[in-house]
T-cell receptor, first 109, second 124 residues
């Protein structure tokens, strides 16, 4: 049973536009959510996180939104850059990390 | 300024063989995690060490999988009688402290996990 789901396996965006990556979860006990970025042949690297007591967290071009009633979070990247092209994983923490399947973002110049 | 390192980077073995995968965490990190990532999937939790002890091994798929961290630093993931379905990238991560438990109904600060590059295991 997939507790964290990323339903879009891939996303293609033009440079300078907004990228929106979505994630849904099923367990209301999760109290912390994170986004990781992964390049080929490298381990995931932490990007941004949000506590369940907040609904928005911003860090430069990256903003994460949390809608607890809908059990949904999203990552907004604006403006998107070609170097943002990677696989993005959302993860939920109720102690251990539970990851979604990932979304491959491609930013076209 | 070394990050998390994992050896070997690639391991090819035959079905039924025994393999060991090594993880060197960031110096001073007390918590260490093992994950497995299959093709097209996100990392899947296997086991979490706090110091030398396994605080949570609920993700280990069966008793062929075992992990140790005898001195609270380097960890070894051991897989006996490997099967083709064990083929995956095995990721190790460390954090300064383990994930805190919720107290008084309030979430505490999450301790960021830093991942190594992974070991790609192929079982033929």
């Amino acid at each position: 049973d997939q507790q964290v789901k990323q339903n879009s396996p891939s996303l293609s965006v033009q440079e300078g536009r907004i990228s929106i990556l979505n994630c849904d979860y099923t367990n209301s006990m999760f109290d912390y959510f994170l986004w990781y970025k992964k390049y080929p042949a490298e381990g995931p690297t932490f990007l941004i996180s949000i506590s369940s007591i907040k609904d928005k967290n911003e860090d430069g071009r990256f903003t994460v939104f949390l809608n607890k009633s809908a059990k949904h979070l999203s990552l907004h990247i604006v403006p998107s850059q070609p170097g943002d092209s990677a696989v993005y994983f959302c993860a939920a923490s109720g102690g251990k990390l539970i990851f979604g399947q990932g979304t491959e973002l491609s930013v076209k110049p | 300024g070394a990050g998390v390192s994992q050896t070997p980077s690639n391991k090819v073995t035959e079905k039924g063989k025994y393999v060991e995968l090594r993880c060197d965490p960031i110096s001073g990190h007390t918590a260490l995690y093992w994950y497995r990532q299959s093709l097209g999937q996100g990392p899947e939790f296997l086991i979490y060490f706090q110091g030398t002890g396994a605080a949570d091994d609920s993700g280990l798929p069966n008793d062929r999988f075992f992990a140790v961290r005898p001195e609270g630093s380097v960890s070894t993931l051991k897989i006996q009688r490997t099967e083709r379905g064990d083929s995956a990238v095995y990721l190790c991560a460390s954090s300064l402290r383990g994930n805190p438990r919720r107290t008084s109904g309030r979430a505490q600060i999450y301790n960021e996990q830093f991942f190594g590059p992974g070991t790609r295991l192929t079982v033929l």
